[in-house]
């Protein structure tokens, strides 16, 4: 089972390393233009006010970050167990 993961992984870094450029390279030469579009505008409208009541409100982004940390702390010991059954 381990040749297999080992092969898998091997196969994936060889398409990720070659094909995925080269696919790139040959689907986005034409003139693409060099701008935003709707989408990336619309994520920017709505980020930046975030953005701006995050400066302006440091501790409630610290309070914030801290509940979550503490909220999901306690998925801390589960992070080692096996995913898959057991092979014995």
């Known amino acids: 089972m381990a040749y297999t993961i080992v092969s898998a992984l091997l196969g994936s870094l060889l398409f990720s390393m070659t094909l995925v ?3 790139a390279f040959l689907l986005l030469r034409k003139g693409v233009p060099h701008g935003e579009n709707f989408i ?5 409208r709505m980020y930046r006010p975030a953005l701006v009541r995050a400066v302006k409100n440091p501790v409630m982004v610290f309070v914030g970050c801290d509940r979550g940390f ?3 702390a306690d998925a801390g010991p589960a992070a080692g167990q096996r995913i898959s059954a057991r092979t014995e």
């Not at 990336?40 to 920017?44: A, E, I, L, N, T």
């Open 40 to 44: 990336v505008r619309g994520f920017k």
């Open 21 to 23: 450029p080269l696919l």
């Open 70 to 72: 503490w909220r999901h």
